[in-house]
């Protein structure tokens, strides 16, 4: 034991990780560590093959090592792994992003999720000329420093939602109001008139665990920001492409100003996007005044594992199906709950979902920070002592793909039954 890789990383990353959500702090005992992974499977160092709904939190909506994905990335490795200059596939993916993307005219690659959000809100601040933003408490825009207030994620899970290291300066142009209440985003606006720049939101929050926009918070949002003159940003790096082929823009029918997308569009590479209206984007340099940059940007691995990822997505059109089978997922797994009288809130949308251990309907961060999270680790361990793998926390959400097939999703069901007896 005292040579594990989880003693040695002990020793050498902060808390064993380089990313806070897979330390298991939320749900207690040793994480994981993967060799490799194929279809819906992890295979850990323990020996054994765990049926995965992380997905790489996100982006594996066709299971992992697709083989259009493989074959184009041997391809491009022959080509090089870097070059700095122009490729002609960096065009052809954001040519394929804007035409599934309602009302998006120009896209910029960059490498992370955190980049993207972070650059909307220069492109926003740079366009309107003014500091504040609102956002959603237990919502989660990556790490850039003016998204670490009220923040969800594994900020939620391990009892820091309000960063340390984030200066007062920056933290007081962070406004925030709570999802799904129209009615604290229109006090804020009255309260700090010509003095917002924008709203960014989860459409479908994904960072508080799974919870669905109320029937005209999104709506609401829009018409807020419209009147106000703030840029409404989606972000969509969880949702994009994964509720609908046009994200939640197109499912729900809301247009944003902006968008943000990551995971799924670099097919598990380090690559996310930001999108907009022509009218902002050409602020953005070297068009405009607000800069922002990069030297993996656009990097010709990431953009060919997204390209084909993508392409092999629309190819398939599986969206009717993955809502179908969440339809059944969801409601075998009410049953089990119910069988076994354990209370739990299941919230979905499409391919992801959540299940709350709570009583209460979850609506918002208030609602989620109810649930009994220590119920939610003995299920989570009651699952992964069954060999399937949900994510490590009560406030992530738990996604699944194409390559999870009736007869993985059959032995889920048998496992949660037995889980939900060991979470009463
Ligand atoms: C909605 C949302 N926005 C932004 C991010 C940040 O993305 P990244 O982790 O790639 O920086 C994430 C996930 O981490 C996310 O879920
Ligand atoms: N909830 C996060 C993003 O969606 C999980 C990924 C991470 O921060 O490691």
Same mark, same amino acid.
């Given at each position: 034991?005292?040579?594990?890789?989880?003693?040695?990383?002990?020793?050498?990353?902060?808390?064993?990780?380089?990313?806070?959500?897979?330390?298991?702090?939320?749900?207690?005992?040793?994480?994981?560590?993967?060799?490799?992974?194929?279809?819906?499977?992890?295979?850990?160092?323990?020996?054994?093959?765990?049926?995965?709904?992380?997905?790489?939190?996100?982006?594996?909506?066709?299971?992992?090592?697709?083989?259009?994905?493989?074959?184009?990335?041997?391809?491009?490795?022959?080509?090089?792994?870097?070059?700095?200059?122009?490729?002609?596939?960096?065009?052809?993916?954001?040519?394929?992003?804007?035409?599934?993307?309602?009302?998006?005219?120009?896209?910029?690659?960059?490498?992370?999720?955190?980049?993207?959000?972070?650059?909307?809100?220069?492109?926003?601040?740079?366009?309107?000329?003014?500091?504040?933003?609102?956002?959603?408490?237990?919502?989660?825009?990556?790490?850039?420093?003016?998204?670490?207030?009220?923040?969800?994620?594994?900020?939620?899970?391990?009892?820091?939602?309000?960063?340390?290291?984030?200066?007062?300066?920056?933290?007081?142009?962070?406004?925030?109001?709570?999802?799904?209440?129209?009615?604290?985003?229109?006090?804020?606006?009255? !309260?700090?008139?010509?003095?917002?720049?924008?709203?960014?939101?989860?459409?479908?929050?994904?960072?508080?665990?799974?919870?669905?926009?109320?029937?005209?918070?999104?709506?609401?949002?829009?018409?807020?920001?419209?009147?106000?003159?703030?840029?409404?940003?989606?972000?969509?790096?969880?949702?994009?492409?994964?509720?609908?082929?046009?994200?939640?823009?197109?499912?729900?029918?809301?247009?944003?100003?902006?968008?943000?997308?990551?995971?799924?569009?670099?097919?598990?590479?380090?690559?996310?996007?930001?999108?907009?209206?022509?009218?902002?984007?050409?602020?953005?340099?070297?068009?405009?005044?607000?800069?922002?940059?990069?030297?993996?940007?656009?990097?010709?691995?990431?953009?060919?594992?997204?390209?084909?990822?993508?392409?092999?997505?629309?190819?398939?059109?599986?969206?009717?199906?993955?809502?179908?089978?969440?339809?059944?997922?969801?409601?075998?797994?009410?049953?089990?709950? !119910?069988?076994?009288?354990?209370?739990?809130?299941?919230?979905?949308?499409?391919?992801?979902?959540?299940?709350?251990?709570?009583?209460?309907?979850?609506?918002?961060?208030?609602?989620?920070?109810?649930?009994?999270?220590?119920?939610?680790?003995?299920?989570?361990?009651?699952?992964?002592?069954?060999?399937?793998?949900?994510?490590?926390?009560?406030?992530?959400?738990?996604?699944?793909?194409?390559?999870?097939?009736?007869?993985?999703?059959?032995?889920?069901?048998?496992?949660?039954?037995? !889980?939900?007896?060991?979470?009463?």
């Amino acid at each position: 034991m005292e040579n594990s890789w989880w003693n040695r990383a002990l020793k050498v990353l902060p808390g064993g990780v380089d990313s806070p959500v897979r330390a298991f702090g939320g749900v207690g005992g040793v994480p994981l560590f993967i060799q490799r992974a194929q279809g819906p499977y992890l295979y850990a160092d323990d020996g054994k093959a765990y049926v995965d709904f992380i997905g790489s939190w996100g982006p594996m909506i066709l299971g992992h090592n697709p083989k259009e994905v493989v074959e184009a990335l041997k391809e491009q490795l022959s080509r090089g792994l870097s070059f700095g200059m122009c490729t002609d596939i960096e065009v052809e993916l954001a040519e394929c992003i804007l035409s599934k993307i309602p009302g998006m005219e120009k896209i910029r690659l960059v490498n992370s999720g955190t980049e993207a959000t972070m650059s909307a809100i220069r492109v926003a601040r740079g366009a309107t000329g003014r500091h504040k933003i609102i956002k959603f408490r237990g919502c989660y825009h990556g790490h850039g420093d003016s998204f670490l207030i009220q923040a969800g994620s594994g900020a939620l899970t391990h009892g820091t939602p309000s960063s340390r290291g984030v200066t007062p300066g920056v933290a007081q142009d962070t406004l925030v109001a709570d999802y799904n209440h129209l009615e604290d985003v229109s006090a804020l606006f009255d !309260a700090n008139p010509n003095e917002i720049a924008a709203v960014i939101v989860e459409p479908v929050a994904g960072n508080m665990g799974c919870v669905p926009p109320r029937a005209g918070f999104l709506e609401g949002l829009r018409e807020l920001c419209t009147k106000n003159g703030a840029v409404l940003i989606f972000d969509e790096v969880m949702t994009g492409f994964r509720v609908s082929d046009g994200g939640a823009a197109k499912r729900f029918g809301v247009l944003p100003d902006m968008i943000t997308l990551g995971k799924i569009v670099g097919g598990g590479m380090p690559l996310a996007a930001y999108a907009g209206k022509e009218s902002l984007m050409r602020n953005v340099s070297p068009l405009g005044k607000v800069y922002q940059a990069g030297t993996l940007s656009g990097n010709p691995m990431a953009v060919t594992a997204g390209l084909s990822q993508l392409r092999a997505l629309f190819q398939l059109n599986p969206w009717e199906s993955l809502e179908k089978k969440g339809a059944f997922l969801e409601s075998a797994l009410k049953a089990a709950a !119910a069988s076994a009288g354990c209370s739990v809130q299941i919230n979905r949308v499409g391919a992801m979902f959540t299940v709350f251990f709570s009583s209460l309907p979850v609506v918002d961060t208030e609602t989620a920070m109810s649930s009994d999270t220590k119920r939610f680790a003995a299920f989570f361990h009651a699952m992964l002592s069954q060999g399937i793998l949900f994510p490590p926390s009560q406030f992530e959400t738990t996604f699944f793909g194409t390559s999870h097939t009736e007869e993985i999703f059959e032995r889920t069901i048998s496992a949660a039954r037995t !889980a939900f007896e060991k979470a009463i």
